[in-house]
């Protein structure tokens, strides 16, 4: 009998999961297994605020599939709690540490994915060991939230939380706490939140939280934080003390590569793991997928660290198949996301204005102020279009948009245009679907493409 | 003082007034005349089905321009209840009766845009005279279907609505009629509701309004109409008589063309007026748009007629753009079209397999149920997806959706594609924005097209 064919893949989230899951589809008969050095697989990160606002109840339900179950139904080993330790590129074998049972174990391979994932950023900041300061990233960090939250409001007793960073966890953490009935203040080192967003976009989101009674501290930098028995009680920051009985630290994430690295595998943009459109990384026969690898950016043709659950799930999905032996190409990502904040839906997609800086391109920004709906239908409500457009040629660089409705999917129409590498005159032609309850005759994505054209024209 | 350069426009609805207001945009100098024949200009006949309902109560939020407001905001000379009987293009004129006075008058132009529109079928059927049968098409046909219903029910006696016809206003309409408490009955020629749409999506409306109380009647003929007092009591079909107090004939429209085809200009597609991409007829300095004309469709390079309000907006604001001596282009149209059908949402954009037969192309169909959110958003809604592919080069031909939530918007990422000329490949690999409150990691629109793409390749 043959010896069957393994494929190791290290990490067992999305990008894990999706590559173990793809190469099996492929090849039924060959071997995989997925070293996991948490105690969950295969969970939805993004729900984490659903889960710490009460909307979703059991964290169970953050989970999409069990390691039995992929054993099962997939026939995927999975080994939890195994934390792969070294890598032997030519002996090809994985170096695992049992943390269950504290021995270690080596396990050859033939073909390895890496899906090693991201670690949050914790700053090494006096006062940062104190219980009551949490990441967000895995399901033990939204049960440790949960329970602190859980046991920490005592009847009538308001708790003070403290959210430090103002990206897209960051407001929509505000809403899970606001619901949970907590004070809330978000401090935010730059003068925006969400990041590069343009300011008439983050202009909305900023007024959204403040009007749904959250404390935002812009321009404020964290400089340690205070405690009482263990426990902390203060963020001090460089305008004075913010009283705080927990504490989020959502300031961002860095792709896990000590692995990769020391194993001789070459690092790329933000020092993720360098992967070509095959998830190939530099060594042959190893692959690379998600929150740890770069990604192309296929509106400056140049690689980009972004990590993000669906970019994970498909990159893991392609270099599962080509470790399966197929030739199947991730062309790219243009940068979209959406979140919701409150009753908001914010969105973007391609280039901010700054990134568009950054790249040296010239261009302008041109927002409009549109409806969601038919002004015959009385339930539509605003919606503010941004986009950002190469000066002479008219190329969509991005766009972003906020709104109560209508948003969320209105993005991924401007995704498709960017992804067609389109101009303003080709989304203003767009034949887009109208009925009164769901647009406007000239929809906001049209009325923002036409008057960006008329300032192109000049007109 | 030199002469004024004039704009004659015939039809006062949603492509002439576009073509009015982008020729005085550009030129506020200049005269811009529009002649219509009815009694309003402007409005939304997309909306009448929710002025029918009683959820627009006044007719009056159905109209977007006023003539006064016309003229003194935009410069717009209007001539209400103006029919233009003929064109002499040699001369210039077009010959005008002025059906308030019953006085004939001659305008001449110097550019001219034809904006007719387009007339409800009405076929010449045994009492098709009777009292309460009605087209839908204008402001008129609204107000007076409303009243009928509003003075035809009195407490307690249901009424029996007929609606002929089962396509887009057909489904709207049983929405409204249900609303207003009345039995409604369809009567549908062919196999299916919504003409050439995939059984796939049909079914799951058929299945809707049937749930809601509407008796449908497919394969059946209407064959005339029987009355009493000159007021229509029953719909003659062939497969027997189906008792009626109010019938709406909703079997489609032709071209409002004997003007401009009396004027020698030619005609194309459906029998609608032939244009180019910059909406010029085969005569010179005229121009035609909206209902009335032919568009290109950017999937099979073809002319078609299908007239939409959102495609007379576009043409109307291109021809008037060129009128003013602009050289600005309308490309076409990829067929888009969404409806609501009770609180389903229902979408298409490209070619159905009806159509793609008839181009006699090698395609495929390939459907899928996904989701409309995270499934740990316990609101989200089931979504069907139906995927029309061209064989061997994988190219998307068209798409179709059904569901509860989250189809309208969807459905123009889909038309951004067909505007792109994307494969089910591309398709498959788009950056699309997910968060768990407003889509799944793999958007349903990601599933289908990785189930065609596995099909595509014979998987």
Known sequence: MDKKERLVVIGGVAAGMSAASSFKRLKPDEEAIVLEKGDFISYGACSLPYFISDEIKDFHDLISLTPEIATEERGIKVLLRHEAVRIDTEKRIVHVRNTIEDKELSIPYDKLVLATGAQPIKPPLPGIELYGIFTLRTVNDGINIKNTIDKGVPQNRPMNAVIVGGGYIGMEMCESLRKRGLNVTVIEKTDRVLGTMDLSITGIVEEKIIGEGVRLLKGTSVEGFKGRDGHVTEVVTDKGGVEADIVLLVIGARPNVNIAKEAGITLGAGGAIMVDEYMRTS?????????????????????????????????????????????????????????????????????????????????????????????????????????????????????????????????????ACLYGKMTVHDVARLDLGYAPPFATVWDPILIGANVALKRLKGA
Chains 1, 2 share one sequence.
Do not use: W
Request: net charge neutral; glycine share 12%.
């Open 283 to 415: 060594i042959e026969d190893i692959y690379a997928a998600g929150d740890c690898a770069e990604a192309l950016h296929l509106v400056t043709g140049k690689k980009v660290y972004i990590p993000l659950g669906t970019t994970a799930n498909k990159q893991g999905r392609v270099a599962g198949e080509n470790a399966a032996g197929m030739h199947t190409r991730f062309d790219g990502i243009v940068g979209t996301a959406v979140t919701k904040i409150f009753d908001l839906e914010v969105a973007r997609t391609g280039l901010s204005p700054v990134e568009a800086e950054r790249e040296g391109l010239s261009f302008f920004v041109s927002t409009i102020k549109g409806r969601s709906r038919s002004s015959a239908c009385p339930k539509g409500k605003p919606i503010t279009v941004t986009y950002i457009v190469e000066k002479d040629t008219g190329r969509l660089l991005g766009a972003q948009m906020a709104g109560e409705e209508g948003v969320a999917h209105r993005i991924d129409t401007l995704a």
